[in-house]
């Protein structure tokens, strides 16, 4: 029998509400339960794929080539459970779904209403994860309040009716602000924003709080009497140091037990949280600290390189070290030398990417990397820049770029119109919908004998996601490998190079995939696992 969790949140955005609901999901993997997380977005864009991360942070992809919200990869960071595509819907998917069906006619003499039709369909979404797990748990995003949301709560409420109050638990995350001139945390905002859900007929189980410090057992006696619950059911939820804390953390406050209390779960299996444990031991006590200059475009907002941080941190996990990021915005070398940015750090990374800002800035840092080998790490875009700095300086192709930035002489990068997905030719014309058009997904990829990163997967044949329209154009192989670039992997078609590397350089790698969606602090990566050690070699001789 498959249990609901239900995760809104109320009073404001940013509560870490997808986190919390990892950390969660953890906790009943750690007594032995099977989970799966899925999230309702309530925007209307159908996927997250065409906003920009400024706006919305990273685009998470799945194996099955979904563009999705990033929490899905907290969810699978926190759980290993890879997610897929049908682990996040949005309002706009809803909608589509439903239009397109009314056009074919399925709804013959019906009048389309938000209640029943697009409340029914949320519900759909929700069943069918009917039988995938002990438990799954459902994150509404978007605060209770918004309009967006209505519908999703309208359906969640029903669903909850309809399943029985035994197997549909709701769990509210809400902020206690604390007021320096009163000295006090404020209950308030969470008061109203419970009326509000409670309003639309939802009674939350528990509510996860969000404070900056120690809620007193005053405050949650005032907010569980405000708010019909049992006073351990008002969990406080505390900054943490690391979000792999997290699990630890809200465990100590009860949360897992809560829940199988709320669903009346009378024999509650142990748990281990050893793994937990280990991760965070490591996190708090590193031997050394390493410095990793990112440079790319989205700095200002950490969220658009979510996964790429933390696959970083998971390197630094596995090395026993600390690793300090420094974002520097790539437009910088483009009137600067980057000598005085890049002198003191011990690896440079320049990762996925699109469009032409910057793109100069990041072939400098990369002819920085190989020329003072220093490790280097480009992903996806940082590939083809790696790629076109070597054709400009190296092969001496002074008009090397990529036809992303406009048509140019030399098209070394180039955009694919046609590759095999499945066995089967995936073909795009040069005009096609950007929306859910790129190379998408997990793909495999066959290594090189004896080469860098056949030693770093210790394999010769990897499967890794991709999200990227444009290709390194196999025209211009000979004349890199005449200069020392490796075409180190390669589609098994042979067709599409992978993976790059330098014979003449300690650690220079380029991947057109993104292995950082793959990495997790309990089995982090190993190419960040090798990045990172090849950057603590580095921090040796700096
Ligand atoms: N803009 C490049 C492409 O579409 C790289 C994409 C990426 O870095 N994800 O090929």
Redesign the pocket.
């Known amino acids: 029998m498959t249990r609901y969790i239900f995760i809104t949140g109320g009073v404001v955005s940013s509560l870490g509400k997808g986190l919390g609901s990892a950390a969660l999901g953890a906790l009943l993997q750690a007594r032995g339960y099977r989970v799966r997380l899925c999230k309702l977005d309530p925007y209307l864009n159908v996927d997250p794929g065409t906003m920009s991360p400024f706006q919305h942070g990273e685009v998470f992809v799945t194996d099955d080539g979904a563009e999705t919200d990033l929490d899905l990869g907290h969810y699978e960071r926190f759980t290993g459970v890879p997610a897929r595509g049908s682990d996040n819907t949005t309002t706009g998917r809803i909608y589509t779904s439903v239009l397109s069906r009314e056009r074919r006619g399925d709804y013959l003499g019906a009048t389309i209403q938000v209640i029943p039709h697009i409340t029914n369909e949320i519900k759909d979404f929700i069943h069918e994860k009917e039988g995938t797990a002990d438990f799954v748990l459902c994150e509404i995003g978007g605060t209770v309040g918004d309009i967006e949301s209505l519908p999703f709560l309208e359906a969640i409420r029903q669903f909850s009716n309809e399943v029985g109050a035994d197997r549909a638990v709701f769990v509210h995350v809400t902020l206690l602000p604390y007021i320096p001139t009163a000295g006090e945390l404020k209950t308030k905002p969470t008061q109203h924003s419970v009326k509000e859900l409670m309003s639309y007929g939802i009674r939350p189980d528990i509510l996860l709080c969000r404070a900056d410090r120690n809620i007193e057992a005053e405050e949650r006696r005032k907010i569980a009497l405000f708010c019909n619950l049992d006073e351990r059911k008002v969990i406080p939820a505390l900054d943490a140091s690391s979000i792999y804390e997290v699990p630890l953390q809200y465990h100590a406050e009860g949360l897992d037990h809560q829940v199988m209390d709320s669903f009346g779960i009378k024999d509650i299996p142990n748990l281990d949280l050893s793994i937990w444990e280990d991760i965070v031991h490591r996190i708090k006590e590193p031997e050394t600290t390493i410095r990793i200059a990112i440079v790319g475009k989205y700095t200002d907002l950490t969220d658009s390189y979510k996964s790429l941080n933390e696959a970083l941190a998971h390197g630094g996990i596995a090395n026993n070290a600390k690793v300090e990021l420094k974002f520097i915005e790539a437009e910088t070398f483009e009137n600067e030398d980057p000598t005085p940015h890049l002198q003191r750090i011990h690896g440079i990374l320049v990762p996925?990417?699109?469009g032409e800002r910057g793109v100069e800035g990041k072939i400098k840092a990369v002819q920085y990397a190989r020329e003072h080998n220093i490790p280097y790490f480009g992903?996806?875009?940082?590939m083809?820049m790696a790629v076109i700095e070597a054709a400009r300086n190296l092969c001496g192709i002074k008009g090397a770029s990529s036809t992303?930035f406009g048509a140019c002489d030399d098209d070394v990068i180039g955009m694919m119109t046609e590759w095999v997905k499945d066995n089967k030719l995936e073909e795009r014309s040069k005009n096609a919908d950007k929306g859910g058009t790129?190379r998408l997904g997990a793909y495999p990829a066959m290594l090189s004998k004896d080469s860098l990163i056949e030693k770093i997967y210790s394999s010769r044949e990897i499967s890794e996601r991709h999200?990227?329209?444009?290709?390194v154009n196999m025209d211009y192989k000979d004349t890199l490998e005449g200069q020392g670039l490796i075409f180190s992997g390669m589609s098994p078609d042979g067709k599409l190079p992978e993976i790059i590397e330098r014979e003449d350089h300690p650690w220079f790698i380029g991947v057109q995939f993104?292995p950082e969606l793959k990495s997790k602090p309990f089995d982090p990566h190993p190419l960040f696992v090798s990045f990172i050690e090849a950057a603590l070699k580095q921090s040796r001789l700096v």
């Open positions: 996925g990417g699109f992903i996806c875009l940082g083809q992303e790129m999200r990227h329209r444009y290709e993104h």
